[in-house]
C-alpha cells in the first residue's frame, strides 16, 4: 500500500529564507507524487506533480520538487520565502498506471513566513 | 468552468438535525471525492465515485453518513443525526481519473452545536 510521510508538521522561515518541506514516500510500484497547497479558508490546490517524466519538477510560484527514487523522497522547495508562501502544504502519492488508484495525502505540514 | 461548486459554504445546525451538504464536479470530470477535514484528524477522504457510481466508501466514519451522484453533475453527502463531533469542514474534489490532479471546491464549514 502507498503512504506518505511529511516531517515536520510545522516549518519556520524568515522572508527571502530557502523553503524545505520534508515528503517521504512508500510505494511498492511507481508512484505518482503530488504536491498540494492550502491557503485560509480555501480549498487545496495543485502546486506540482511527478508523473515519471522529468525528476526535477517545477510548479507554480517558484516552488519545485525533486523526485529521488534512492531516498524515496519528494521534498518541495523555494529558494526565497514570501510572505504569501504562508499556508500548509500536503504531499500525495498514488500509483503510477493504476487508473482507479486514489490519492493518499500526507498529514500537511504548515508553513509559517516571518518577516 | 466555474471550478468545483459546494453549497453551502457554512452550516451550523443543532445536534440531532439532519445536514445535506452538496457538490457540482468539473464537467468531464469522471472521479468524485469527499473528503473531511479537521484540526485532530487532518484530511479523512470518506467517500469517492467513479461515474456516479461509489468505489470506495471505507472512509464514511458512520452508519448515520450517506453519500449520493445522482447524475454526473451532482453529489450530496448527508449526516442524519449530526452530532458536535462531526463539525469540520468538508470538501468535495473531482478529477478526470482518480490517479490525476484533483481539483477541490472551497469546502463546507460545518459546525453541529
Known amino acids: 500500500a502507498q503512504s506518505v510521510t511529511q516531517l515536520g508538521s510545522h516549518v519556520s522561515v524568515s522572508e527571502g529564507a530557502l523553503v524545505l518541506l520534508r515528503c517521504n514516500y512508500s510505494?511498492?510500484?511507481?508512484?505518482?507524487l503530488f504536491w498540494y497547497v492550502q491557503y485560509p479558508n480555501q480549498g487545496l490546490q495543485l502546486l506540482l506533480k511527478y508523473t515519471s517524466a522529468a525528476t526535477l519538477v517545477k510548479g507554480i510560484n517558484g516552488f519545485e520538487a525533486e523526485f529521488k527514487k534512492s531516498e524515496t523522497s519528494f521534498h518541495l522547495t523555494k529558494p526565497s520565502a514570501h510572505m504569501s508562501d504562508a499556508a500548509e502544504y500536503f504531499c500525495a502519492v498514488t500509483r503510477a498506471a493504476a487508473n482507479t488508484d486514489k490519492l493518499i495525502f500526507g498529514t500537511g505540514t504548515r508553513l509559517q513566513v516571518f518577516p | 468552468d466555474a471550478g468545483v461548486i459546494q453549497s453551502p459554504r457554512h452550516e451550523v445546525t443543532e445536534m440531532g438535525q439532519e445536514v445535506t451538504l452538496r457538490c457540482k464536479p468539473i464537467?468531464?470530470?469522471?472521479?468524485l471525492f469527499w473528503y473531511r477535514q479537521t484540526m485532530m484528524r487532518g484530511l479523512e477522504l470518506l467517500i469517492y465515485?467513479?461515474?456516479?457510481?461509489?468505489?470506495?466508501d471505507s472512509g464514511m466514519p458512520e452508519d448515520r453518513f450517506s453519500a449520493k451522484m445522482p447524475n454526473a453533475s451532482f453529489s450530496t453527502l448527508k449526516i442524519q443525526p449530526s452530532e458536535p463531533r462531526d463539525s469540520a469542514v468538508y470538501f468535495c474534489?473531482?478529477?478526470?481519473?482518480?490517479?490525476?490532479?484533483?481539483?477541490f471546491g472551497p469546502g463546507t464549514r460545518l459546525t453541529v452545536l
Open positions: 474534489a473531482s478529477s478526470l481519473l482518480a490517479q490525476y490532479e484533483q481539483f
Open positions: 510505494s511498492s510500484v511507481p508512484p505518482y
Open positions: 465515485f467513479n461515474n456516479n457510481v461509489p468505489i470506495d
Open positions: 464537467s468531464g470530470h469522471d472521479y
